[in-house]
């Protein structure tokens, strides 16, 4: 199972990296064009704002996936340095299995935002807003199942660090 929901990680952490640059590089080129229309054409870019917000919102929540792989989330590190190494292992499994109750409640309230929102329409573009708040439960979901391999990891007494380095595809 663990190898499984390991090349499963490492897939949807490829396609986060590629999908992040995507968005971040395309936010950089469209706010550079709304700039350069408003000030030095003196033309209004109304769906600039929509497209920019709409890259940045899915840019934080496959963001999330890529932090937890990269180990970069805020970590209780000066917790963990005081604590015996015999007890680490715990105090981490415990870490562990509450940001998955945290996450399963934001991705329980991202799906019910959009059914909520699964009809409703952008002002400027009038696309399908169900579209951009998808990301909240698709990152949150991407960053519970890569908790999940590392509470099993963590259990199974596994260097989480060098299990990730050696599955990721780059």
């Known amino acids: ?10 897939f949807t952490v490829w396609i986060s990296k590629k999908l992040l640059i995507f968005f971040l590089a395309t936010n950089i080129i469209i706010i550079f064009w709304a700039v ?3 000030y030095v054409l003196n033309l209004g870019q109304l769906w600039v704002e929509e497209v920019a917000i709409a890259f940045m919102v899915w840019s934080v929540f496959l963001g999330c996936n890529l ?6 989330h805020i970590k209780l590190d000066i917790i963990l340095k ?6 680490k292992k715990w105090v981490m499994i415990v870490i562990y299995i509450g940001m998955l109750f945290f996450l399963a409640i934001l991705l329980k309230y991202g799906l019910e935002l959009v059914y909520i929102l699964r009809m409703s329409r952008s002002p400027a573009l009038r696309f399908k807003m169900y ?3 998808s990301s909240i439960p ?3 979901g991407l960053s519970f199942l890569q908790v999940i391999e ?3 990891l963590e259990i199974k007494g596994i260097d989480s660090e060098i299990w ?3 599955r990721n595809i780059d």
């Open 82 to 87: 005081k604590i015996p190494s015999n007890y």
């Open 36 to 38: 350069l229309c408003r």
């Open 138 to 140: 698709i990152g949150f």
């Open 67 to 72: 932090a937890i792989n990269e180990n970069a």
């Open 131 to 133: 579209w951009l708040v």
């Open 150 to 152: 590392l509470l099993i």
């Open 164 to 166: 990730i380095s050696k």
């Open 1 to 10: 199972m663990l190898s499984i929901l390991s090349r499963i990680n490492a």
